[in-house]
């Protein structure tokens, strides 16, 4: 199995990029061992944490007939993607750019099982005047509520701060959080019951979804023509990054209406399909079949010339969302997601063996080493 990086001396890294996740995840690493410390505050209130949520996408608290989950997430640097493409054609796509905040979040917080109840709004202009352009304020608001409907959840509110001299002038930093419940408990799901034997479910993604944005636009300084850059016929490449990220709440939730098990989730963001290797259990994830590539990632790859390796280490390529369950219920867990407009297939199985995901089609291979959060 390969296991090198892309040694092409046009390659675009992503630490090229501006992100050096060698430098940021020591610091996540050390806030999370802060952040155990205090976990005893909980017993003062009568309940405890779920230490097995340490580490993964949502923390969670039993607070005795259920589980409470959280989760906070920012959108990053898509909403420049947004700001320079509206220039470019007069539009406006901050309802997208609402539904990728709240997908952040949410799609965060279903990997532990939880129903999303209550999703918060942080919105960090770098002055009053972004909010006096009335169109796109609209289409934010709009475009929140309308995610919020498809989860099903109650929007609770927000902070609007103005930040001059911290957020630049005429930009926003986006970000959301999310409370959910998981009930029945049984419904939990923080890798207990991941086992050998198990399905490994990919749901597909619509596109570049909202990680990813800084190699992206650093790539437009590549392109011949810009954002404005065909990357299939009628679709430029700023719209083609713009496709709004998609939310799999509706899947998970339609899951457990069903009656199926998930025993681990994964939310495949930075970090690419490393990220099937974020339960800290020592299996072999064997990968038979890779779903198709979205347009604008096959283009991303083109132009960034990386190798499958870089691509897969650091995209979602075609792949959104991960699960991982009994291999008897992975074909009706596929057909309910096809069901709900989202596409799935059954792409391989856990395996006894040492920690490694292999991507047999590709001949790639990751190993434990290759993803450190915790």
């Known amino acids: 199995m390969s296991s090198h990086s892309s040694s092409h001396p046009d390659t675009l890294s992503y630490e090229q990029a501006g992100v050096n996740y060698d430098l940021i995840d020591p610091l996540k690493v050390a806030a999370q061992r802060a952040a155990a410390a205090t976990a005893p505050h909980l017993s003062g209130h009568g309940f405890t944490e779920v230490a097995a949520s340490r580490g993964e996408s949502a923390y969670v608290v039993d607070v005795g007939p259920f589980y409470i989950a959280s989760i906070v997430e920012c959108l990053g640097s898509k909403a420049l993607v947004a700001d320079e493409m509206a220039e470019l054609t007069g539009q406006s796509y901050y309802a997208g750019i609402a539904q990728d905040t709240i997908a952040m979040s949410i799609n965060d917080l279903i990997t532990v099982g939880a129903t999303p109840l209550v999703v918060q ?204 369950m009994p291999a008897d219920q992975a074909a009706q867990a596929c057909q309910i997601a096809e069901e709900l407009g989202i596409g799935a297939c059954i792409a391989g199985t856990v395996e006894d063996g040492p920690k490694q995901l292999l991507i047999e089609p590709l001949n790639v291979r990751f190993g434990d080493d290759d993803l450190q959060l915790r």
């Not at 608001?141 to 927000?158: E, F, M, P, Y």
């Not at 930093?173 to 408990?185: F, Q, R, Y």
């Not at 190699?215 to 016929?233: D, F, H, I, S």
């Open 121 to 324: 709004a942080y919105w960090a202009a770098g002055g009053s005047d972004w909010f006096g352009d009335k169109l796109r304020a609209k289409a934010l608001v709009d475009g929140w509520k309308a995610a919020c409907d498809t989860c099903g959840v109650a929007w609770g509110g927000g902070e609007t701060p103005a930040l001059a001299g911290i957020v630049e002038a005429g930009r926003i930093d986006l970000a959301s959080s999310c409370t959910g419940i998981v009930n029945p408990k049984s419904r939990l799901s923080v890798g207990d019951h991941l086992q050998a034997g198990d399905a490994i479910v990919l749901l597909s993604s619509s596109g570049i979804h909202a990680n990813g944005l800084s190699l992206a636009r650093k790539l437009v300084e590549r392109l011949p023509n810009g954002y404005m850059t065909p990357v299939a016929p009628g679709l430029s490449y700023g719209e083609a990054l713009l496709a709004p990220t998609t939310l799999y709440s509706p899947v998970t939730e339609g899951l457990a209406q069903a009656g199926l098990t998930v025993h681990y989730s994964a939310n495949i963001t930075g970090h690419g399909w490393r990220k099937l290797l974020r339960h800290p259990k020592p299996f072999t994830y064997r990968i038979t079949r890779v779903p198709s590539v979205p347009p604008v990632l096959k283009f991303i790859q083109q132009w960034a010339r990386h190798d499958d390796r870089e691509a897969y280490g650091t995209l979602n390529m075609g792949a959104g969302f991960a699960l991982f």
